[in-house]
């Protein structure tokens, strides 16, 4: 069993940035892949970045392209997300999520964190 806790949102003006950190209570965290996905109210879970398990591969969503970085420290068992230039549709709960597989992919996660929310004010 994996056990993600994120952490970092928060309240920001546009344009601005945040990071955010997701901890994973886990022994062989290089083996998974991770992730962060967001989600507003009404709407589907939307992908946002993934990174394999060696940190060499990521993918990002291309609306945010740019502008979020994924990275990972397997050392310390953490990934993060850093947020620039934010926009008030980035406003949505961010979750970490861990896929059972050192693969990077926007699909098929296993585990996932509680979520921390970020809002962008105008």
């Known amino acids: 069993q994996v056990q993600l806790v994120e952490s970092g949102g928060g309240l920001v003006q546009a344009g601005g940035s945040l990071s955010l950190s997701c901890a994973a209570s886990?022994?062989?965290?290089?083996?998974?892949?991770m992730g962060w996905f967001r989600q507003t109210p009404g709407k589907e879970r939307e992908f946002v970045a993934a990174?394999?398990?060696?940190?060499?591969?990521?993918a990002v969503a291309d609306s945010m392209k740019g502008r979020f970085t994924i990275s990972r420290d397997n050392a310390k068992n953490t990934i993060n997300l850093q947020m620039n230039s934010l926009k008030p549709e980035d406003t949505a709960v961010y979750f970490c999520?861990?896929?059972?597989?050192?693969?990077?992919?926007?699909?098929?996660?296993?585990?996932w964190g509680q979520g921390t929310k970020v809002t962008v004010s105008s």
């Open positions: 886990v022994r062989t965290f290089s083996t998974y892949a």
């Open positions: 999520a861990a896929r059972r597989s050192p693969l990077v992919s926007s699909r098929n996660f296993d585990y």
């Open positions: 990174i394999s398990g060696s940190g060499l591969n990521i």
